[in-house]
């Protein structure tokens, strides 16, 4: 899997959009990218994920360039609750296990 | 009720003791895995398991046992507990039928061995 890096922490107002940027600049075609987020200490939860498309659920967007070396998560009306360790991932093809690196600590402030 | 649940939460033992961390899941997954996490880092693999007959180790599974007893039951043991084993514990399960799947987290195992 490939290795990805990310800013070892953030700021973002109440309200606004976060925009949390993710490199992967040796992903392969067929290794999609993840993102998940731990709130304090509990159970890492699974946000989304994308190939090549831009993706959009409940919880957030994701954008993935056209070369696919970077993607950015996006929270477009981030809340207080929103305050974690953001982890991006880049797993493929029979990828059955997620390798998790430091992350981005994101503080939403009011 | 909780798909992935740990057991103890919190435990607090002494050096040289042994230690069972238990792991249950109902979400029907194939896939089991244990991983701890330091203070401000990460989380790291110990073991992970595709089914009952099946186990693996991880980045760091020395000092550490597994047994997968059934579908829904994953145990992670320490025979003789030290003082860095003092973490924060996960198990996680994900769908058997491809690499494109979430994985699905329990609430952890606060571990102190001192």
């Known amino acids: 899997d490939a290795k990805t890096t990310q800013p070892p922490s953030m700021d973002c107002a109440e309200g606004r959009a976060a925009n949390l940027p993710c490199n992967h600049s040796t992903i392969s075609g067929n290794e999609y990218v993840y993102w998940y987020r731990q709130i304090h200490s509990q159970g890492p939860q699974y946000i989304i994920h994308g190939l090549k498309n831009n993706e959009t659920n409940e919880m957030a967007s994701l954008i993935i360039t056209e070369d696919r070396k970077s993607s950015t998560l996006i929270l477009p009306h981030a809340t207080l609750r929103d305050t974690a360790v953001y982890y991006c991932?880049?797993?493929?093809?029979?990828?059955?296990?997620?390798?998790f690196g430091a992350g981005t600590r994101l503080f939403v402030k009011a | 009720d909780a798909d992935v649940t740990q057991t103890p939460r919190n435990r607090i033992t002494k050096t040289g003791k042994r230690i069972m961390l238990e792991c249950s899941q109902t979400k029907g997954h194939d896939r089991m895995y244990w991983y701890r996490q330091d203070p401000g880092l990460g989380l790291r693999l110990i073991y992970y398991s595709f089914d009952v007959k099946d186990i693996n180790k991880g980045e760091i599974s020395d000092g550490y046992s597994v047994s997968r007893q059934a579908q829904a039951k994953f145990s992670l043991s320490l025979e003789s507990a030290i003082p860095n084993q003092t973490a924060l514990y996960f198990c996680a399960t994900m769908a058997g039928t491809s690499g494109y799947n979430e994985q699905f987290f329990g609430p952890g195992t606060r571990l102190t061995v001192l």
């Open positions: 991932i880049a797993r493929g093809s029979g990828g059955f296990k997620t390798i």
